[in-house]
């Protein structure tokens, strides 16, 4: 894929750890510990909305949303699965696949908006991020 022209969105390099790259989209994880929480952003320039990516990627959009899904509730036990693609904030397009748990501390409302961020530690951060990438099925 020619992502030359891609770049993240200053906000969103800000609040996430880089994890990997897919097929189509950058893989972040979103840096608060409260909830598992992946975003996907197609690299690709210039999209704003889900109706923005071109035919020939949106397989692959689909598809990269299930696998991290699937990363979610097996490595980080989460039970319940929201995806969506708001862009109020960060115009450029991104999808927040977030893991669930009835015990989490926004239940059963959404995540977003909900009190402040808790940060991980460095180290914790780096162990998580690597245990993403093995279930990811990628390198580093």
Partial sequence: MNDHAFQLHER????????????????????????PWLILVP????????????????????????VASKVLLEQLGATKINVGALGNVVPQLHVHVVGRRAQDA??????????????????????LSEQLRLALGVRG
Avoid at 12 to 35: E, G, K, P, Q
Avoid at 114 to 123: K, L
């Fill in 12 to 35: 969103l390099a800000s609040d996430c750890r880089v994890i990997a790259d897919l097929t189509l989209c950058r893989v972040l994880l979103m840096n608060d510990r409260r909830f």
């Fill in 43 to 66: 690299r690709r320039a210039g999209l704003r909305e889900l109706h923005d990516v071109p035919a020939e990627h949106r397989v692959a959009l689909m598809a990269e949303i299930e």
């Fill in 106 to 127: 926004a239940w059963p409302a959404p995540v977003w908006g909900f009190g402040a961020a808790e940060r991980y530690e460095d180290s914790e951060l780096d162990q």
